[in-house]
């Protein structure tokens, strides 16, 4: 599908949970969305603008008739999609810029701000339901487990939290320990058992739900710069249990294997510009991947192209392998797995580095100078992955 082109940089993007449109968040305060087909014809269906400062993160409610927008301005804005009109305003619901924003159940949506304070809501009413203080800088990331009605949070100041969002308790159900770095995105794998954290190191820090929240058990380095986005691959495909879609600062939306750590392949190149949102539509289940950074083109990149021609491909590798080589292996060792994670790595030139000019995105933290990011800075954790620098090297 070509890319589309919405006017401004794209601060976030929703796609409505059951057609085909996207609606796109902008610097300049713009709400805009897009209706496509599969030919990979797209139009604009409207336009408006809530709010002169810059709108920073969408949400849409359960059957997508309405769409929740929020910013810099510390409001909250109500939109029919139906007719692209504004139909509800909270006005100067939180002390400093709304950074991020879920929706949770059919009366719940939740919003984070850049001082780490947390919010739960219900779209029928003007009054929050409660508000939660246990950060201190920017929230940087939602995720909801529905089996459980727990949300998961993740903020720069180094940790995760999660809230019952039944309890009357304003402090978290659990909360990890520092992970000493900040942390950017998250995401669910193997029907939830897992769940894979971004940091700004470029590491994969993965927490096993049954083990408690207070530390990852494994770490995956690799990553030249930051992972700011992370996404599940919808079901249907087979490797979507242990695959996840990373959004670096380097510009590439990479495709990554884990339980045995591989490098899958790059999935789209935004160049220079860092990548900070990665969405499937049909609600995760769909066939368009939507990523976005500090540009003002949405790209859209069809997953069936890239998965079911990878799969013929493997198909055919281990077809190959197994004619040509006859010895049986007593087991899959470490060695095995490194062998894995470290073939088919691609060369290609890391980002710029001064990839943020927009003053109006939380500040991230600076690398300390003379420490190689790829390696690590953090003591191991238990079962944690041995992976040389080199399995991302230059990615």
Known sequence: MPDIPVGSQIFDFAFHPSNTTVYAGLLNGSVKAF????QGQHHQTFSLRPSKRSCRCLAT????????AAGKAKSIFT?????????????????????????????MFCT?????????????SLQEIRRYTHH????????????????????????LSVIDVRGKKLEPLARSEDQEDELLSIVAIRNGTKVVVGTQLG?????????????CVDRVPGHPQSIDALCALPFSYPSSHSTVLTGSSDGLLRAVQLFPTKLLGVVADHGSFPIERIVVDQNGEGRWVGSAGHEDTLKMTDLKDIFEDED?????????????????????????????????????EPGDDSH????????????????????????????????????????
């Open 35 to 38: 209706r496509y087909d599969e």
């Open 112 to 124: 984070g701000d850049d001082d780490g304070v947390i919010q739960l809501w219900d779209p029928r």
């Open 203 to 215: 590491i994969l820090s993965i927490f096993n739900r049954s083990q408690g929240w207070a530390d």
């Open 312 to 348: 013929v491909n493997d198909d055919q590798e281990l077809d190959a392998t197994a004619t040509a080589d006859e010895e049986v292996r007593p087991d899959k060792d470490e060695d095995q797995t490194h062998s894995d994670s470290t073939r088919g790595a691609l060369e290609a």
């Open 61 to 68: 409610n359960q059957d997508g008739s309405h769409l929740f």
């Open 79 to 107: 939109i029919d999609t139906s007719t692209g009109t504004i139909f509800d305003t909270r006005k100067d619901v939180h002390d400093s810029p709304v950074n991020r924003m879920k929706h949770l159940l059919p009366n």
């Open 136 to 159: 201190f800088d920017f929230i940087s990331d939602f995720l909801w487990l529905g089996d459980k009605k727990q949300l998961v949070s993740t903020s720069a100041d180094g940790t």
């Open 356 to 395: 943020d000019s927009d003053s109006d995105a939380p500040k991230k933290r600076k690398r300390k100078g003379g420490k190689d990011s790829l390696a690590g800075t953090k003591k191991k954790g238990r079962n944690e992955i041995d992976a040389e620098p080199s399995f991302f090297s230059g990615l």
